[in-house]
């Protein structure tokens, strides 16, 4: 599976949007990019999925360039419960045995 | 609909002890894995399962161990634990269609806090 390149750490103001980019410049055609994160200690969440087209659900929405080799995940007005560890994740399934996390990008979501 | 339960949340070792960290999920969901999160290094997978019956290994299967007879319970054994085994264990649970193509996202639990002294 390809590895993902993310900012180590950022900051937002709430009610602004977030917006936390990902980097895969070695994404094969069949492979998804997934996003989850993490609030506090908690069990990771999905938040969502692509694999060429935008997407968008009621948590966030995903911008995946046209070479796919970079994608964007925005919230588009952050709020405090929002300060989490966001995971980039490319796969070919969810169930594949190297569902690789990485460290992720840490959004802290300031007043 | 409980969804992915893990217990116990948290449990302290001595060196050498064995335990078993419970993972069941309620969702007839096929697929399953355990993995440790350390401090810095992000989730890393140990063992995955893909229905009952069926284990394989992940990045960091040594000094663990796991069994699936069941499609609701995926139970991780500590044979001998060892400080470097300290972490947070994560289980996770997903649906699978038979022929694989379609899978739901990953459910995970809320985690058990492992101390090994």
């Known amino acids: 599976d390809a590895k993902t390149t993310q900012p180590t750490s950022m900051d937002c103001a709430e009610g602004r949007a977030a917006n936390l980019p990902c980097n895969h410049s070695t994404i094969s055609g069949n492979e998804y990019v997934y996003w989850y994160r993490q609030i506090h200690s908690q069990g990771p969440q999905y938040i969502i999925h692509g694999l060429k087209n935008n997407e968008t659900n009621e948590m966030a929405s995903l911008i995946i360039t046209e070479d796919r080799k970079s994608s964007t995940l925005i919230l588009p007005h952050a709020t405090l419960r929002d300060t989490a560890v966001y995971y980039c994740i490319v796969s070919l399934s969810y169930n594949t045995d190297k569902l690789i996390f990485g460290t992720g990008t840490r959004l802290q979501v300031f007043p | 609909n409980a969804g992915v339960t893990q217990t116990p949340k948290f449990q302290v070792l001595k060196t050498g002890q064995s335990m078993t960290l419970q993972c069941a999920q309620d969702?007839?969901?096929?697929?399953m894995s355990w993995y440790r999160q350390d401090p810095g290094m992000g989730l890393r997978l140990i063992h995955y399962?893909?229905?009952?019956?069926?284990?394989d290994q992940g990045e960091v299967p040594n000094g663990y161990n796991v069994s699936r007879s069941t499609t609701e319970d995926f139970p991780l054994r500590l044979l001998s634990a060892a400080p470097s085994q300290t972490s947070v264990y994560f289980c996770?649970?997903?649906?699978?269609?038979?022929?694989?193509?379609?899978?739901?996202?990953?459910?995970f639990g809320n985690g058990t806090r492992l101390t090994v002294t």
């Open positions: 969702m007839n969901h096929e697929y």
């Open positions: 399962s893909v229905g009952a019956g069926i284990t």
């Open positions: 996770a649970s997903s649906y699978s269609d038979w022929t694989g193509m379609f899978n739901s996202p990953l459910h």
